[in-house]
């Protein structure tokens, strides 16, 4: 089922502010897809999810691969028969202020502050499809 993005419903914005591991889609060279799991959060007044991660991790390295066009990834979470998928366009963002206001977010979502990590980057996608039952 289609999410309207503009207007998502309450059920949808606390689906995605619980407490859920998620998995991220990003596509290989060869156009196989490279599934793994991830944290997500997302902000439905900006239509941005984020995902931390080392810059040298193979899903930093697949979207980095893109150009500063993109590449085209998708976010999911289950839980139970609920479910939703965020499709969109990810980029990755390095700038002092930009992983750090990801990792304040993972904190309020996941309640855990992320370990020190120096090589830490953003997958910034800007969402442009939402899916699910939530």
């Known amino acids: 089922m289609a999410i309207d993005l503009h207007d998502p419903t309450p059920s949808f914005r606390a689906f995605w ?3 859920h591991l998620c998995t991220l889609t990003t596509l290989r060279r060869d156009g196989t897809p490279h599934v793994v799991p991830v944290g997500v959060t997302y902000d439905p007044e ?3 999810a984020r995902v931390i991660c080392s810059r040298g991790s193979r899903k930093a390295v697949h ?3 893109a150009g500063e066009a993109g ?3 998708a976010v999911c979470q289950v839980a139970g028969a609920k ?3 965020l499709e969109g366009v990810a980029r990755v963002r390095d700038s002092a202020d930009e992983v750090a206001d990801a990792e304040r977010r993972y904190t309020e979502r996941y ?3 992320p370990r020190e990590n120096p090589e830490r980057v953003v997958l910034e996608i800007t969402v442009t499809r939402g899916l699910g039952n939530a």
């Open 17 to 19: 502010s619980e407490y």
């Open 46 to 48: 900006q239509g941005v």
């Open 63 to 65: 979207v980095r691969a």
């Open 71 to 73: 590449a085209r990834v």
């Open 83 to 85: 479910w939703s998928t």
């Open 111 to 113: 309640g855990r502050q």
